[in-house]
């Protein structure tokens, strides 16, 4: 059988657009993809930085329905006896608030900041699997779209983000909402896996010539922990997903205590995953802070090896807490014991950290900038969050405390004031590496504030109503309970958190507008910063380092701009534009847009609508993916015309290329690129098989 | 050289801001007023026991809050860059750490924690102490909470009631602590910290009141639609009042006066309508076969089928009116609200809150009887509600 190819090699460069040419399709589906511009370039993209983009967006278009659910639970509790959400649709709302935020929001939107910087930072052209990146993507996506699904096909699931068994089984819970649960968590757990292993292989092998793991900037270091705590992480709750569509599908009973199963079961492999993703979920954050203090003190970072120290620490240490979560189960004293000694010591890497921010901003000169606003609101948050974490390491204490408000109280602090905010920071520092151009200075500071008191207003007071007893997961409470004023309050600080986004969307949509009217570059290093992806132009270009930079030192870029003089003090020493990189590049050849992992992804979602709603429905399902995985691995990585006629650098072993590596798996690319060159269709047009 | 008042202003504001929300919050937050759930008013030698641990903690915790938030402040001020600061001249330091101070502040909380592990430690061995327990056994359920009292220890139960727990002041009580359907967790704030009830397990709490009281607790592990309104109460009696909740609660409750027909009607009704799912000891007939998923090997709760008491999945009411609290801790049964403790309930019947009840529970409290999970709704006429309220009303 033939495979056909598109010809054109993907020329990346410097403005120089190809003549269109007529391309063949492989398997007379997809012509080779070769948009640069317009919608197709994003939904055949392997860049990176598009991949990135792109999570970045959709995770804030999922913290706009999480946060929607969010107003909803705060305008419910806001009055005792409140009606305006019924106990069910409460809980379906708290449920799918929570997963939302965890899976669809935080996780993905590190992952945005994970792919488009973690090549940059380390002076690569791309990931070690290009299109394995699109595939994590796509799949998340999938996996996100199918579970929100769920509102239009008989409501949303309802068991809680932990979803305990046996009320997650069919017996209790009858409707389809858990079934999507399930069957969405797989489906993004699959995305989320192939992205932490293409990564954690990016992270190893793909670093600049020079820059050992120690000089790696402390934001990548973090992504690296991240990835491997999701390597390991995710077949736990894979496990667990699986055991539960086979209760809930098939009958299995696994979780059924009636018939030898044991709920207890579920507890443990849920909080096994559970507890390392607080880490995964916060350490992004702890990166981006770590990044962002330093240019904005004009102070290398404090400690650079306690802080990559205690994050493995804390990576580490992630793996042996996990039953705190447990504490009132009734696991038995001495799990009790063992966990709750095991906890209190998570807290010292932790403290580390924070006292290392500040000892970094300590004798500096501080700008306050609102992404070191944001960083500094996270050091002030945070430490909050992790302080309430101490006291209920004390298990008898947390016997008091758990599941109720103070917990609330306790994870917003971590995941809002500890993950959010420093995003929130590194949405404000990156801005102009991604899109060319600030977002406004005087509106970011609005965004700021207003966030910042709206979200202590929200979450300080959950802190008082929780000691005072009030449950969690309650969709009411009554007003002799003494919980109506706090719960007011809470409510009206969600509103001031929902003015700080829309005053955020203002920021993107006019920063924007303003850019368009009148163009500034801010150039490559805006802030003065001291990492590689400041070298580049802004935004990056496709191909990101023109010529990769050679490392010499952590902070390489700052170092080759300041030196200091014989009392430590910050001496200039070359003028940025001079290092800067500005040259054009010699022809890179980057790895070549794909249609299959979209084609992959989507079948995934109509295989979780079969096993739910009709199996016939995931027959166009299984054809999908196996379509996509047949025509991916026919289709070569990089056009192979590519290594024509060119004066690339094959075989350079300075420059480790992505596309080259990838290269290298496919066995095909030269039977293909012999059998290249017929008449063939246009773009993605074309017969199907 | 440099004038640095404002920033040793601002913290020193910022620090007497914070000590005095401190010492309002402080001040407040522990009083039980009004706060029938709150954790910081123990009034049981458990609660106590984890209050004196969390105490110090919460001081400790406190301190270290206003070391960094204050030193954030401090830094933040005074490190800030002025408007005379020029780029290139007296730049900061180039400091890339300090291995000892590092050291210090890793080992320094690393060991303040040991200490403080060694009281978690402590406390945590004692919260099982227990000497010559009165045993409870709970049982919870979607969404109220049985207990059954085995006074003889001949392996059957002796008194079974529900949602509200009478125990005597100043004796060990271990709640035996199962569950007939889903995860729930009991949870009494001022006596002690909270236990799941997890099908096929039977876990414990130990406490012992310090006074009498009616305390309030609250389901605090999701357990579906009602979770948020499953509530339960434990009222700890003298021990001479205990005595009498005791007979009374093994006594079989009179047949109604045949002179008051409504009650007369009332019984009739019962047995005919409500029996298929609660008990009254001696009028009903032994009890149906339970709910299908009520089958699960509950040491104690397998064996409810042979035992005359034990209902299909709904409260055992012989003795309701010997309840302050109904609708599964939700509602009050007398108008005087139930807060105050007694043996034997005084005062009017809130007639009320019953009638309301029997009219539409699924108003009173979320269920879904179709999948088995509460109190379907008879659409009973008026006429019958009357009646049933006056034989329940008979049932003390």
Redesign the interface.
Same mark, same amino acid.
């Not at chain 1, 990044?291 to 400690?303: L, N, T």
């Not at chain 2, 096929?200 to 979770?227: D, K, P, W």
């Given at each position: 059988m033939a495979i056909i190819e598109d010809q054109r090699p993907l020329e990346l460069t410097t403005g120089h657009e190809p003549a269109a040419t007529e391309s063949p399709s492989p398997l007379g589906v997809f012509a080779r993809p070769k948009a640069n511009t317009g919608w197709r370039s994003w939904v055949n993209t392997v860049d990176h930085k598009k991949i990135g983009i792109m999570y970045g967006v959709a995770s804030f278009f999922f913290l706009l329905v999480g946060g929607f659910e969010a107003l909803l639970i705060r305008l419910q509790l806001s009055v005792p006896g409140n009606q305006l959400l019924?106990?069910?649709l409460y809980?379906q709302v708290f449920t799918m608030h929570g997963v939302t935020m965890v899976f669809m929001v935080i996780m993905p939107m590190a992952s945005a900041f994970a792919n488009y910087l973690i090549p940059l930072q380390i002076g690569a052209r791309d990931v070690s699997f290009p299109r394995m990146n699109a595939l994590s993507l796509w799949i998340w996506l999938a996996g996100a779209i199918f579970f929100n699904s769920s509102w239009l096909l008989g409501g949303g699931a309802?068991?809680?983000w932990f979803n305990?068994?046996?009320?997650a089984g069919v017996?209790?819970?009858?409707g389809t909402g858990i079934d999507f649960y399930a069957i969405g968590l797989l489906i993004m757990g699959i995305g989320s896996t192939v992205s932490a292993v293409n990564l954690t292989v990016t992270v190893l092998n793909m670093r600049a010539p020079g820059m050992t793991l120690m000089k790696m900037p402390v934001f990548t270091w973090m992504n690296f922990v991240v990835q491997v705590l999701l390597v390991f992480a995710l077949p736990v709750i894979t496990v667990a997903l699986l055991l539960l569509t086979l209760d809930r599908m098939f009958g299995a009973a696994f979780f059924d205590?009636?018939k030898g199963g044991?709920?207890?079961l579920w507890e443990h492999l849920f909080w096994i995953f559970g507890h390392p993703e607080v880490y995964i979920m916060v350490l992004p954050a702890f990166g981006m802070v770590s990044e962002i203090i330093p240019v904005f003190?004009?102070?290398?970072i404090?400690?650079?090896?306690?802080m990559v120290g205690s994050g493995i620490a804390i990576g580490f240490m992630g793996w042996g807490v996990w039953a705190h979560h447990m504490f009132?189960?009734?696991m038995g004293?001495l799990s009790?014991?063992a966990f709750?000694?095991s906890t209190?010591?998570i807290?010292?890497?932790t403290?580390?950290k924070?006292?290392?921010w500040?000892?970094t901003?300590?004798?500096?000169?501080?700008?306050?900038s609102v992404p070191m606003l944001f960083s500094?609101g996270l050091?002030?948050m945070f430490?909050?969050g992790g302080?309430?974490g101490?006291?209920h390491?004390?298990?008898?204490?947390?016997?008091?405390?758990?599941?109720?408000y103070y917990i609330v109280a306790h994870f917003h602090y971590v995941l809002f004031g500890g993950a959010l905010l420093g995003m929130m920071g590194g949405l404000y520092f990156w801005w102009p590496k991604m899109f060319g151009h600030f977002l406004g200075e005087r509106t970011g500071k609005w965004h700021f504030w207003l966030m910042l008191v709206g979200f202590n207003l929200t979450f300080g007071p959950m802190h008082?109503l929780g000691?005072?007893?009030?449950?969690?997961?309650?969709?009411?409470?009554t007003s002799?309970?003494?919980f109506s004023m706090w719960n007011m309050v809470s409510t009206t600080g969600a509103f001031i958190i929902a003015l700080s986004l829309l005053v955020f969307m203002g920021n993107v949509v006019f920063s924007y507008r303003k850019h368009r009217k009148n163009p500034v570059n801010p150039g490559a290093d805006p802030w003065d910063a001291r990492s590689l992806e400041w070298m580049i132009p802004s935004p990056a270009p496709e191909y990101n380092f023109a010529e990769i930079p050679v490392v010499e030192e952590f902070d390489e870029f700052w170092h080759r701009k300041y030196g200091?003089d014989e009392?430590?003090?910050?001496?200039?020493i070359a003028k940025t534009e001079d290092v800067v990189e500005s040259s054009d590049p010699v022809t890179v050849h980057l790895p070549s847009p794909s249609y299959w992992p979209l084609v992959l992804a989507l079948g995934m979602p109509l295989v979780g609508y079969g096993l739910i709603f009709n199996l016939w429905w995931a027959v166009p399902g299984v054809i999908l993916i196996v379509a996509g995985i047949y025509g991916w691995v026919m289709e070569p990585a990089t056009d192979p015309d590519a290594s024509h006629g060119h004066d690339d650098h094959h075989g350079d072993p300075d420059e480790p290329d992505a596309a080259e590596i990838e290269a290298g798996e496919s066995a095909e690319s030269e039977l293909v690129s012999a059998s290249a060159g017929s008449a063939g269709v246009t773009a993605d047009g074309g017969d199907s098989q | 050289m440099r004038n640095n008042r404002k920033s040793y202003v601002i913290t020193g504001v910022s620090l007497v801001v914070c000590l005095l929300l401190g010492y309002l919050?402080v001040s407040n937050?522990g009083s039980p007023v009004?706060?029938?759930? %709150?954790? =910081?008013s123990p009034r049981g030698n458990k609660?106590q !026991?984890?209050q004196d641990?969390?105490i110090p903690?919460?001081a400790i915790?406190g301190i270290?809050?206003l070391l960094?938030?204050i030193?954030?402040v401090f830094?933040?001020t005074r490190?800030?860059?002025r408007s005379d600061?020029v780029?290139?001249k007296?730049?900061?330091?180039?400091?890339?750490?300090? %291995?000892k =101070?590092?050291l210090g502040?890793?080992i320094a909380? !690393?060991l303040l924690?040991a200490v403080?592990?060694v009281f978690?430690?402590n406390?945590?061995?004692q919260?099982?102490d227990a000497t010559d327990p009165l045993e409870v056994t709970v049982i919870g359920q979607?969404w109220w909470w049985e207990y059954r009292y085995d006074l003889d220890n001949d392996g059957a139960p002796d008194i079974i009631t529900a949602t509200e727990a009478a125990i005597p002041v100043g004796r060990d009580v271990r709640f035996k602590?199962q569950s007939n359907?889903?995860?729930h967790?009991f949870w009494i704030?001022a006596l002690?910290?909270?236990?799941?009830a997890?099908?096929?397990?039977t876990?414990?709490v130990i406490l012992q009141a310090n006074e009498v009281g009616m305390f309030e607790g609250?389901?605090?592990?999701?357990?579906?639609?009602?979770?948020?309104?499953m509530r339960m109460q434990v009222k700890a009696l003298s021990p001479a009042d205990y005595q009498i909740w005791l007979t009374a609660m093994t006594t079989a409750p009179a047949q109604p006066d045949p002179k008051n027909e409504l009650a007369v009607q009332g019984q009739t009704l019962f047995v005919s309508q409500c029996s298929y799912c609660h008990q009254v000891n001696g009028v009903t007939p032994t009890s149906k076969s339970p709910y299908?998923?009520s089958?699960?090997?509950?040491p104690d709760y397998g064996k409810t089928v042979a035992i005359t008491m034990a209902s299909g999945n709904a409260p055992n009411l012989t003795h309701m009116m010997m309840r302050q609290h109904f609708v599964g801790g939700l509602l009050p049964l007398y108008e005087s609200g139930g807060s105050v403790a007694q043996a034997i309930p005084e005062g009017t019947p809130d007639t009320n809150n019953i009638k309301r009840w029997l009219r539409n529970p699924q108003e009173v409290k979320?269920m879904d009887p179709n999948?088995n999970?509460g109190m379907p709704n008879y659409n009973l006429s008026e006429a019958q509600i009357e009646q049933l309220t006056a034989y329940l009303l008979t049932l003390k």
């Amino acid at each position: 059988m033939a495979i056909i190819e598109d010809q054109r090699p993907l020329e990346l460069t410097t403005g120089h657009e190809p003549a269109a040419t007529e391309s063949p399709s492989p398997l007379g589906v997809f012509a080779r993809p070769k948009a640069n511009t317009g919608w197709r370039s994003w939904v055949n993209t392997v860049d990176h930085k598009k991949i990135g983009i792109m999570y970045g967006v959709a995770s804030f278009f999922f913290l706009l329905v999480g946060g929607f659910e969010a107003l909803l639970i705060r305008l419910q509790l806001s009055v005792p006896g409140n009606q305006l959400l019924s106990a069910d649709l409460y809980n379906q709302v708290f449920t799918m608030h929570g997963v939302t935020m965890v899976f669809m929001v935080i996780m993905p939107m590190a992952s945005a900041f994970a792919n488009y910087l973690i090549p940059l930072q380390i002076g690569a052209r791309d990931v070690s699997f290009p299109r394995m990146n699109a595939l994590s993507l796509w799949i998340w996506l999938a996996g996100a779209i199918f579970f929100n699904s769920s509102w239009l096909l008989g409501g949303g699931a309802n068991g809680g983000w932990f979803n305990y068994a046996p009320n997650a089984g069919v017996t209790f819970s009858p409707g389809t909402g858990i079934d999507f649960y399930a069957i969405g968590l797989l489906i993004m757990g699959i995305g989320s896996t192939v992205s932490a292993v293409n990564l954690t292989v990016t992270v190893l092998n793909m670093r600049a010539p020079g820059m050992t793991l120690m000089k790696m900037p402390v934001f990548t270091w973090m992504n690296f922990v991240v990835q491997v705590l999701l390597v390991f992480a995710l077949p736990v709750i894979t496990v667990a997903l699986l055991l539960l569509t086979l209760d809930r599908m098939f009958g299995a009973a696994f979780f059924d205590a009636s018939k030898g199963g044991d709920p207890f079961l579920w507890e443990h492999l849920f909080w096994i995953f559970g507890h390392p993703e607080v880490y995964i979920m916060v350490l992004p954050a702890f990166g981006m802070v770590s990044e962002i203090i330093p240019v904005f003190s004009r102070k290398p970072i404090f400690g650079y090896p306690f802080m990559v120290g205690s994050g493995i620490a804390i990576g580490f240490m992630g793996w042996g807490v996990w039953a705190h979560h447990m504490f009132a189960s009734g696991m038995g004293q001495l799990s009790v014991l063992a966990f709750s000694l095991s906890t209190l010591f998570i807290a010292v890497p932790t403290g580390v950290k924070i006292l290392n921010w500040m000892a970094t901003m300590y004798g500096g000169r501080l700008k306050f900038s609102v992404p070191m606003l944001f960083s500094v609101g996270l050091v002030g948050m945070f430490t909050i969050g992790g302080l309430s974490g101490v006291t209920h390491a004390f298990a008898p204490a947390d016997t008091q405390q758990t599941d109720t408000y103070y917990i609330v109280a306790h994870f917003h602090y971590v995941l809002f004031g500890g993950a959010l905010l420093g995003m929130m920071g590194g949405l404000y520092f990156w801005w102009p590496k991604m899109f060319g151009h600030f977002l406004g200075e005087r509106t970011g500071k609005w965004h700021f504030w207003l966030m910042l008191v709206g979200f202590n207003l929200t979450f300080g007071p959950m802190h008082i109503l929780g000691l005072q007893g009030m449950m969690r997961r309650t969709y009411t409470y009554t007003s002799n309970q003494g919980f109506s004023m706090w719960n007011m309050v809470s409510t009206t600080g969600a509103f001031i958190i929902a003015l700080s986004l829309l005053v955020f969307m203002g920021n993107v949509v006019f920063s924007y507008r303003k850019h368009r009217k009148n163009p500034v570059n801010p150039g490559a290093d805006p802030w003065d910063a001291r990492s590689l992806e400041w070298m580049i132009p802004s935004p990056a270009p496709e191909y990101n380092f023109a010529e990769i930079p050679v490392v010499e030192e952590f902070d390489e870029f700052w170092h080759r701009k300041y030196g200091h003089d014989e009392n430590g003090r910050l001496v200039r020493i070359a003028k940025t534009e001079d290092v800067v990189e500005s040259s054009d590049p010699v022809t890179v050849h980057l790895p070549s847009p794909s249609y299959w992992p979209l084609v992959l992804a989507l079948g995934m979602p109509l295989v979780g609508y079969g096993l739910i709603f009709n199996l016939w429905w995931a027959v166009p399902g299984v054809i999908l993916i196996v379509a996509g995985i047949y025509g991916w691995v026919m289709e070569p990585a990089t056009d192979p015309d590519a290594s024509h006629g060119h004066d690339d650098h094959h075989g350079d072993p300075d420059e480790p290329d992505a596309a080259e590596i990838e290269a290298g798996e496919s066995a095909e690319s030269e039977l293909v690129s012999a059998s290249a060159g017929s008449a063939g269709v246009t773009a993605d047009g074309g017969d199907s098989q | 050289m440099r004038n640095n008042r404002k920033s040793y202003v601002i913290t020193g504001v910022s620090l007497v801001v914070c000590l005095l929300l401190g010492y309002l919050l402080v001040s407040n937050i522990g009083s039980p007023v009004g706060r029938p759930l %709150t954790t =910081l008013s123990p009034r049981g030698n458990k609660s106590q !026991a984890i209050q004196d641990l969390i105490i110090p903690v919460f001081a400790i915790a406190g301190i270290v809050f206003l070391l960094v938030e204050i030193g954030l402040v401090f830094v933040v001020t005074r490190f800030r860059r002025r408007s005379d600061d020029v780029d290139g001249k007296d730049e900061p330091v180039q400091l890339h750490g300090n %291995t000892k =101070l590092e050291l210090g502040w890793t080992i320094a909380p !690393a060991l303040l924690l040991a200490v403080l592990a060694v009281f978690n430690v402590n406390t945590i061995l004692q919260m099982d102490d227990a000497t010559d327990p009165l045993e409870v056994t709970v049982i919870g359920q979607q969404w109220w909470w049985e207990y059954r009292y085995d006074l003889d220890n001949d392996g059957a139960p002796d008194i079974i009631t529900a949602t509200e727990a009478a125990i005597p002041v100043g004796r060990d009580v271990r709640f035996k602590i199962q569950s007939n359907d889903v995860i729930h967790s009991f949870w009494i704030p001022a006596l002690s910290g909270k236990m799941d009830a997890v099908p096929g397990r039977t876990h414990q709490v130990i406490l012992q009141a310090n006074e009498v009281g009616m305390f309030e607790g609250q389901c605090t592990e999701y357990c579906g639609l009602s979770h948020g309104l499953m509530r339960m109460q434990v009222k700890a009696l003298s021990p001479a009042d205990y005595q009498i909740w005791l007979t009374a609660m093994t006594t079989a409750p009179a047949q109604p006066d045949p002179k008051n027909e409504l009650a007369v009607q009332g019984q009739t009704l019962f047995v005919s309508q409500c029996s298929y799912c609660h008990q009254v000891n001696g009028v009903t007939p032994t009890s149906k076969s339970p709910y299908p998923y009520s089958t699960v090997p509950d040491p104690d709760y397998g064996k409810t089928v042979a035992i005359t008491m034990a209902s299909g999945n709904a409260p055992n009411l012989t003795h309701m009116m010997m309840r302050q609290h109904f609708v599964g801790g939700l509602l009050p049964l007398y108008e005087s609200g139930g807060s105050v403790a007694q043996a034997i309930p005084e005062g009017t019947p809130d007639t009320n809150n019953i009638k309301r009840w029997l009219r539409n529970p699924q108003e009173v409290k979320p269920m879904d009887p179709n999948n088995n999970q509460g109190m379907p709704n008879y659409n009973l006429s008026e006429a019958q509600i009357e009646q049933l309220t006056a034989y329940l009303l008979t049932l003390k």
